[in-house]
């Protein structure tokens, strides 16, 4: 049989390549995997999200057959409201996952406008050309699978995020008999989660953190609060048995941590034990030592509820000497300065706070060194393109897909935008597309490019000085000003700084009034005023603000 | 004998509370222990360094007896050229650290103008009415000491930075007996390191580095690269032995690095194998294999010798397949993102990078808890004030305290600018300085305020929107304008963005041209604007971008 060329083409994401949306290509169609956020870097001054490049997605829409999705955490549906307010594609999750996709559908509106369908683990889906066969993996959220895609070219897989956790606290251990069976079928290409490449052996189930909350709560005498991220269903689940168990009533504070829990609870996927979950008015009437809150701001985000307790903000919950606050995630890399603020912060109103490595209140969701290869030589596929990494991660992937024997030369390392083509010749990049990545400020997604992203760089290291001149259009000499206002700069209200300005002030004004050889050009004078202020103020101060001259003819 | 109060001020530092400078009181005379700089945190945009309070300092300066430093690390002498620069007071270091404070003096043109004197261990030193005892103790420098300062009040005790080293790179292991003697003399308050005491048990000894670069050097066929902090001599030292071992000629690439390097050489505390360090432009002529370089870096600083190795801007070293990078740190908080990007880029070039967690090739110079129980147990200090720790630092230190047998309400939590007394009655806050710390800014001390950050990072979110407009002063009616100049918030070069500044201006054109009941004043047409526009914008993106108007009347 003939067939067309196989490709994939790692969309969106910054850094982690592929981590939050990969396409794959057959001929003339198109499959997206995951359509995931990412949260800015440090510094896109002003940026709320990062998502997938939509201008690139809107030109291929007439090409793309659906989007299929790994599981229900931010970064990897946190786009799909985005991606679908300008493309009607349909998307195929498992339940849960669609579920916490409906919860983001009736946020941005499009609930119903859109097609939603159910995929069932081990039940293949024919999706244009593309026979996509859903496997269950275990990662910190339930109902969390791959993807086998089997095309007349071969067989891709997609991981997803996993680990093997041999005791999942929901539902059955890692699907290996399927793994295995999809392995001797024959993988062309394994799309892997790397992301835990630099640990070696295997990660702790899930299962721990309740063994580790039982001990914390058994004998507090005190009200604790627990803070993880609010898509963590099974940490949750975990939290709320040991509540159950040792007769505390749980709220769950937030207002994401209240629709997916909420949802999840709907869908079977989250047990509340009977008498255990109340709204917060309703447990604040409990004795503290009755009490659990489950709340969000793991990662110190200002407007979380943790950050606003922390800081004293938090119109119902105060903080206060005898509470327990245990923190049950990791930071993000970039966040470990506003969690550590957080905690300095719940200490000093005098709760205990506990986190690691106080104690094991957290396990990664991902596989380390030997479960990678694990799947790797259940697999057994002919090409890796590693995909959930930054590229150190990669790197180290390719080494140690070598030393369980995939040919050095089989393994691709992808950037962002590469189209990687899967042939008889072997894996390579055949060609590179532009896509960038959007950046999602406020409301306008998009709105924020390079320019603006420089601009504001410059403007948050020495602020702006703004001289503002009004000139006679025909003699050219100064009718008012110049004025000159500093933001960000330095604080012209008090003294030195005055004085600095008052003497630019003056420079500027001789700049102006300085004899012409020619008829003087607005242009001209614009550029002169700039340079006048910008070198007087670098000769003084060796800063370099942003120089805006406004310059007005009359 | 009748005694006066004794009393300890932290200074300084951002949130370690006293690590970088700790003010002694004794009646009417002071002893300044430490004089470092802090790193800025994220949101001090544009910020170099941090540097304790200076106008506090000079204000007591005539009071103040001297300055006597723990050890030669930036974090504890890098704020002394400031201080200096402003108060004659002289200083008081062991022989390596002096050396690496001249290094400091002579860039600041401070040298030969001000006090540098020498301090032996184990000699007493009478400054003032203190009586000052430095003693031994371990860390990733050599000739680190710690303090204790005789009053007739009771003895205090610095410890400086500490770990217990029990097989010391340079020098003899920490002086156990002198510890103990000074414990049994009896110590009124301990002012203890506890930046590791969230670690359990001990921290390994600083010569596990060198076995640690053997095993990764001993058989690579190509350059090898390592990165630390240039005031870490010991660490800089182990990798020294280790290329004479293996026959390679070093470089010492970066100014802090050669300067250092050479200051600790010259004053013996750091050995030059015989034919082994050369100048950069020499080591380039030998065989890759036999070249070893060891630059700053370690912080993925943007100006640091690995930064511009790693984004293929350094003028001398391009990295390539074959170099072995080996990062011998950890990322102080905060960094860990340009860290991880420099790895990701120097493996992009194709270089091999080892870090933790690969390999073992950091140490932390800092005890971990067992060792500062062990400080606490040969000290039996009455009082506590931990002071080189964060918050929850602190309160982790009065808790191991307690388990060794220190009363809670005897650990005293500070903050900075709180004056702390020990007296009969305990030991107490008595009063406190609103001493803030300084932000140096390029070349300007202190010339960014509260007002001025606060108006970066207003700036650097949504960017700036001017308004210029020139009034007619007698009739109000617009002569030009107005004109909208947008820098850091939309492109307007752009279609959609052009059209949103075009209804803008008609707004505030309609807004000037509005009839008024009364006659019109130029404030209240200034914020008439300022509103008018940031209304519509609020409205039309959900942004808040700074609004600047210029009214110029003719």
Chains 1, 2 share one sequence.
Do not use: W
Not at 525 to 539: A, G, H, Q, R, W
């Amino acid at each position: 049989m003939s067939t067309q060329p196989l490709r994939v083409i790692p969309l969106g994401g910054v850094g982690e390549i592929g981590k939050n949306a990969t396409l794959v290509e057959y001929g003339d169609d198109l499959l997206l995997v995951d359509a995931g956020l990412k949260f800015p870097e440090e510094e896109m001054l002003g940026i709320d999200l990062v998502i997938p490049d939509l201008s690139f997605l809107q030109e291929v829409q007439q090409r793309l057959r659906g989007i299929i999705i790994t599981h229900g955490h931010e970064d990897h549906i946190g786009a799909l409201p985005y991606i679908l307010a300008s493309i009607d594609v349909p998307v195929y999750a498992t339940s849960l996952t669609c579920g916490l996709i409906t919860v983001k559908l009736k946020e941005h509106r499009l609930l119903g406008k859109r097609k939603l369908e159910p995929l069932v683990p081990n039940e293949m889906r024919e999706i244009g050309p593309f026979q996509v066969q859903p496997f269950r993996v275990t990662h910190s959220i339930p109902d969390a699978v791959g993807f086998a895609i089997h095309t007349p070219a071969g067989t891709i897989v997609f991981t997803g995020d996993f680990k093997f956790d041999q005791t999942p606290l929901y539902g059955p251990p890692p699907d290996f008999a399927t793994l295995a069976q999809i392995g001797q079928r024959g993988v062309l290409a394994l799309l892997s989660d790397c992301t835990r490449v630099e640990k070696a052996g295997y990660t702790p189930s899930e299962r721990v953190i309740e063994r580790a909350f039982d001990d914390i709560i058994r004998d507090l005498p005190g009200r604790v609060i627990i803070t993880t991220f609010a898509s963590n269903i099974t940490r949750i689940q975990q939290a709320l048995y040991v509540a159950a168990r040792h007769g505390r009533k749980v709220a769950l504070v937030g207002r994401s941590m209240e629709n997916n829990c909420a949802i999840a609870n709907e869908l079977h996927y989250l047990d509340f034990p009977e008498d255990t979950v109340f709204r917060l008015d309703d447990v604040r009437r409990f004795p503290l030592n009755e009490v659990m809150l489950i709340t969000t701001g793991s990662q110190g985000e200002p407007s979380s509820v943790l950050s606003r307790i922390a800081s004293g903000d938090h119109r119902q919950i105060k903080a206060m000497p005898g509470d327990t606050v245990i923190l049950s995630a990791t930071p993000i890399p970039g966040n470990e300065e506003t969690v550590a603020r957080t905690i300095d912060n719940l200490m000093r109103l005098g709760s205990d706070v506990i986190y690691e490595p106080l104690a094991d209140v957290h396990v990664s969701g991902h596989g380390s060194r030997e479960e990678i290869k694990l799947m790797l030589n259940l697999l057994r596929p002919r090409y890796c393109v590693p995909v959930h990494g930054e590229f150190r991660h990669l790197v180290l992937y390719r080494r140690l897909a070598s030393e369980v024997g995939i040919p050095t030369e089989n393994v691709l390392l992808a950037e962002i935008g590469d189209v990687i083509q899967f042939d008889d010749v072997g894996v390579r990049r055949v060609d590179h597309h532009a896509v960038g990545s959007v950046l999602v400020d406020g409301v306008t997604v998009g709105g924020t490019n390079e320019v603006v992203l420089r601009d504001r760089q410059h403007l948050s290291r020495d602020g702006v000085l703004i001289v503002s001149v009004t000139l006679d259009r025909t003699t050219g000499s100064i009718i008012a000003g110049p004025e000159v206002i500093s933001r960000g700069f330095i604080d012209p209200s008090r003294n030195g700084d005055g004085r600095l300005l008052e003497e630019a002030r003056e420079r500027i004004r001789e700049a102006i009034e300085e004899p012409a050889a020619t008829t003087v050009e607005y242009g001209f004078m614009v550029s002169k005023v700039k340079e006048t202020l910008s070198d007087y103020i670098y000769k003084q101060t060796r800063a370099r603000p942003m120089v805006l001259p406004v310059i007005t003819e009359v």
